[in-house]
């Protein structure tokens, strides 16, 4: 994939809180004054570990550390996050990056990604393309090239991120949606349904997916379809970046520091923890059990991701628009860049 080459180094890189603060302390001096007075900013989140940075720098007080007195806003769903942006009633919003976006970039809408969230999986994503067992056993769809004309259950609709999981599946075969029979199926529809016959194959994630194999309906297919992809982001309002740059400077670098604090054996510290079940529903079991979330510890924005997501959209056809959109009015890395000179590249 495009983007993975720009974090190669992630892989290798989860090597635990200790280093970090190492590598901080050497830093330190580089690092920007606390704002006098604090400066307020407003989030919108929705309450899922993708946005859990926001959640650690909060808890272990990296925002007040710059000067940073962040109020917090749980919202449903980014949809409800964008209003919120446009409207300036909140600074920063974590939603998902979804075709209605793509859209309202096209007509103008100033907010632009400043961070990414958390990323895809870069290997073992429980999100997996699964094929019906009968039809693995009868050898009648070996590969996914023989999934031509069948029936796809995805999550969400016309270009939701389901969609484009399962495009970019179909992709490896050099076919489109446009080759199988799509249907918008939950996630916790998906077993059943494969028990039933009524789908062919399902992009189901976890724990569903799970289900579905353990049950004897189901085998995995494909997996890792997109490793290491930025699919939620946090997002500034253009009001914030262009007014107030230098608190935006400072939300990023506490992210960025945040991100550090959650490599490796660092993601299961008990602060951490604490952070998680604060802001999330989500159980300490839960966390300890299930897989580690990804987060770089560089913060980098690929714009090689991005420009894959909404090139695959504008392809099926869900987008508003026929050309390539340009990018500068969807993302704004320079408060990671200047976050990042200051903490120096994260060290393995």
Avoid at 8 to 34: K, Q, Y
Avoid at 234 to 242: D, E, H, Q, R, T
Avoid at 258 to 272: E, F, H, I, P, V
């Amino acid at each position: 994939m495009v983007w993975k080459n720009g974090f190669n180094r992630l892989v290798a890189g989860l090597a635990g809180a200790a280093l970090v603060a190492v590598a901080t302390a050497a830093t330190a001096a580089e690092l920007p004054a606390p704002l006098s007075p604090p400066q307020k900013v407003k989030v919108a989140y929705v309450p899922i570990l993708k946005f859990a940075t926001v959640y650690v720098a909060a808890k272990r007080d990296l925002f007040k550390k710059y000067g940073l007195d962040v109020e917090f806003e749980r919202v449903k769903s980014g949809t409800e996050a964008i209003a919120f942006l446009t409207q300036g009633s909140i600074d920063v919003g974590g939603i998902a990056i979804v075709t209605s976006l793509w859209n309202a970039w096209n007509r103008g809408m100033d907010i632009r990604i400043i961070a990414p969230g958390a990323l895809e999986p870069f290997t073992n994503s429980p999100t997996q393309l699964l094929l019906r067992k009968a039809l693995a056993a009868e050898g009648k769809v070996k590969t996914i090239a023989d999934l031509k004309g069948m029936r796809i259950a995805t999550a969400g609709g016309p270009g939701s991120g389901g969609e484009y999981l399962a495009a970019k599946a179909l992709e490896r075969a050099k076919l489109t949606i446009r080759d199988v029979e799509l249907i918008n199926l939950g996630n916790a529809d998906m077993p059943a349904a494969l028990e039933r016959g009524s789908i062919d194959a399902a992009l189901a994630g976890s724990p569903y997916a799970d289900q579905a194999i353990n049950g004897g309906y189901a085998s995995v297919l494909a997996t890792d379809l997109t490793p290491g992809l930025m699919t939620v982001a946090f997002v500034g309002s253009g009001k914030f970046i262009k007014e107030r740059p230098q608190v935006a400077e400072r939300f990023v670098l506490a992210l960025a520091e945040a991100a550090r604090l959650m490599q490796g054996d660092g993601y299961l510290a008990t602060a951490n923890i604490e952070a998680y079940i604060t802001f999330t529903n989500t159980t300490e079991k839960a966390i300890r059990e299930g897989n580690p979330v990804v987060y770089d510890p560089d913060l980098v924005v690929s714009f090689d991701g991005l420009r894959d997501v909404e090139r695959v959209h504008r392809e099926n056809g869900r987008l508003e628009y026929k050309e390539p959109i340009d990018l500068a009015a969807v993302a704004d890395d320079q408060f990671v860049k200047k976050a990042i000179a200051a903490l120096g590249p994260f060290k393995k």
